[in-house]
């Protein structure tokens, strides 16, 4: 399992030496900081650029390779971002923005100027994912619609009707002829990109919760991710819900064996309260998830093993995670963080010298 | 002593006969939207997009040039030339429970009646079809909402939109045996009053007959299914249903109808629920606007948009706002209020009031000058000196058509 895209090119990031993956080790190399909380992280195809939402209407962009002062700012959205992806072979960078619209970025600009701002839902834009042929963006609003854009024209090529809820965030199966969406309720639906029908819906009814007294929904997945080889699904959300107007809920990864449709082991943490943000797999068969506490200021890194019942290692963070993404030699992870701390951590023993 | 008689009996100790004369010869009624647990005032009547707390909204213009408000609210900006603003309360407390009962009583503490009592005891007209001051909700708290003005002016609560219980004569009870067993209730309260018993005592048990006749002569207008052209335009979930309620029972002679929206206590996700919440509200609530205006009775009904406090301009850790009553604002608009009139400012990042700061003690007068009722006048309560408003604060002209 490896969440590390594999056709793209995946240089270890510029003075981040290589050493054995060693997941207990690991210790923060660097650490950048933007003066109001992070929404989200990523980090580029080649390695060298790592990327942050804000709650300001802006993103911003690090090298990985140096210090806060590479902070570069990407302006053009008229709301917050909490969804980025990056084209095929790196060149371009696309954010879905809470202002219905989808930016479009040349990642590597000095100076940063929307390529091309895309009006695509009516509501938030709330994720986007390329295809793993990077030939088509999806994406899914708070319509309730998810979009299929053809790549770079931004043509609609397909448009999936159906959840009743918002849709919290769509991923494209590998094997490229199926797209899955999952939405405020735990309803995930998965669609046939050529026909543009439902193939599946399911009801993952343990990622949602209804509060009796303030007659409230919370749920949804905060991230999404397929292995690799389409075989497992995982979500990162809540479960357990039992105030949410509050916040009071568990954090909970959950996987699916997609063929069978069947649930797989999932990931609760009951002595943490919160929600768990973000999910990638990494290729030595484990599960990193990153969380956000409900109070307190502790944010927490998980690793784990499908089928273990607790984590093999835990990282406490400085304040709540908001998003995660791995470098493409899987040895370092970035954590965007409420505290408006983006930190890299090297998931391997430190480097002398 | 019916509800019109006391109220007429009040006017004319209260207000000079000519007004007097006015509220009688009018009816002027409140209708109180409440967004029960503290409505976001950045994601509502004051938005600061692209600021430290300004959150991921962006504001609209409106009807009114120069007035902005939250995208959250898209209908309502297009009624905005019905409504004022008020976007610099300040009311120095944080609490659920003190700041709703000063959005109430006026008064910061002490026991004083709600607004709606007051409307029923000096606004219900002679013989008023329903009890004066009617609450739709679907939860809510036990208060003392009448005060000292007897218990016929008391908040009567109605649970959502479905009728209250027993509204039919059951079949066993005869018409005549009825009349019968109330005329025998009336003389053993005379004879308890008449042996030195407190009338208080056996006045609400009175004033919860009078409005159980009221509301039984009435039960129709509850039991009757929502008019689909109605739920079609309301909406149908549970507030449009309330809401359709509310114009009914304004529209039949209730002097004050509260109407609740529960929802906006957002300590977590307050962006996602605001979306959800406001959604409902905005669109629903301007076809109650519309309406009232459309039938003529906005120019006799005061609108008011309130909560107990607003929220905190800082996001925390949950993507939630916490309780905030230093700087937030409400809505207001139909009866004496001057339309499309923004009173009072906050700062860049709106955590503070820099202009014009009031609280509910001036609130409170504005609502009944608005109505055309002296708040600085005391209540008739014989042998008792209590203004009707705060005399520490005073009305916020600039909201007076």
Redesign the interface.
Known sequence: MSDAPTNRTSPPPPSLPENPLDVKQSHVVREFTHE??LTTCRIDPSGQFVFAGA???NVYRWNIDGDNKSKTVFSGH???VRSMDFSQDGRFLYTGG??DHIGVWNTADAAPKPVKMVEAHK??VRWVRVSHDGRYLASCG?DNLVKVWSLPDFALVQQFSGHKR?PYATVFHPDGKRLVSFD?MGIIKEWDLETGKELRSLEVKGMWGFDLK???D?GGARDMRFSPDGKTLAVAGVTEVTN????VAKPMIHLFDWETAKPGPSFKDDAFKG?AWGVRFHPEKFIIGAG???SG?KGMLWFWKPGEEKPFHTVTLT??ARGIDLTPDAKHLAVAQ?DGKLKVYRLTAKVEG | MGAAAVGTAGLAGLVSPTQAEELQSGQKRILQVFLQGGVSQLESWDPKPNTRYGGPFRAIPTSVPGIHISELLPHTAKRMHHLSIVRSIDIKTNSHQQGRLFMEKGRRTGVFPYVGAVASKYLAQKNAPLPGYLHVTTRGLEDNTDAFLSAQHGQLRLLGNKAPDNLVRPDKLTVDAARRRDDFRKRLNQRFSGRGGQRAFTESFDSSFAMAEKLMARKKMFEAEPDPKDVARYGTHDFAGKCILSRNLLENGATCVKVTHHGYDTHAENFNFHLEQLSEFDHTFCMLLDDLHDRGMLESTLVMVYSEFGRTPKINQRYGRDHWGTAWSIALGGCGIKPGVVVGKTNDEGTKVTDREVDGGHLFHTYFQALGLDSTANHDIPGRDIPIGDPSVSVIKELLA
Request: hydrophobic share 50%; net charge negative.
């Open positions: 109001l909380p709650e300001d209407f008229n709301s917050w809470y202002d509501g938030w708070n918002f405020l303030f007659q409230a919370m949410a107007f509050a916040g929600i956000a506490p409900q200021a304040h709540c409420f």
